[in-house]
């Protein structure tokens, strides 16, 4: 089975104030902060698994096994909040429409994760009334992380392991 699914997150919301001091108790107004989100996201996979049925000595076996393998990756550049005009708390005009729209800052985050693995799970019946089932999937991963200021130099995070899990019961 293969998959693949790109994803892309675009919003501006609008908050009330980003700090304590957005709202003034002895004017009753609220000061607002407009802030933009955008993320873009995609993974590839594909999973190829594989059944079995056989019998060794008196047991019976169900064996499943399979090989996947994933790409996935996602970028998320960084937007400046924008002040709007104060409002006032106790009569909030609701038709009125937002003005001001964040601006990309030039920072950004992105990440890549590559990750291949092998696994099998077999169920042994050794009587009608006898069952026992047992898996294990070892796995390595390759991951990188960039973060990149407006300033200063870019930051890159990688690291790559192997994760050995089981189960038994």
Do not use: C, M
């Amino acid at each position: 089975q293969t998959r693949y699914d790109y994803t892309q997150r675009n919003a501006i919301v609008t908050t009330p104030g980003s700090n304590a001091t957005s709202y003034n108790p002895a004017t009753g107004l609220l000061t607002r902060s407009r802030q933009a989100n955008k993320q873009n996201s995609q993974i590839l996979s594909n999973q190829t698994n594989g059944t079995a049925k056989f019998a060794t000595g008196g047991w019976q076996h169900a064996l499943s096994s399979g090989l996947e393998v994933s790409r996935e990756k996602s970028y998320t550049p960084a937007f400046s909040s924008v002040a709007l005009a104060p409002i006032p708390v106790n009569q909030p005009d609701p038709t009125a429409t937002p003005s001001g729209t964040p601006i990309r800052t030039g920072a950004s985050s992105s990440g890549k994760t590559d990750t291949l693995a092998l696994y099998a799970f077999d169920a042994v019946k050794f009587s009608p009334q006898w069952e026992a089932q047992g898996g294990l999937r070892v796995e390595h991963y390759k991951t990188t992380f960039l973060s990149v200021p407006v300033t200063g130099a870019p930051a890159l995070i990688a690291a790559s392991d192997n994760i050995v899990s089981w189960k038994g019961g």
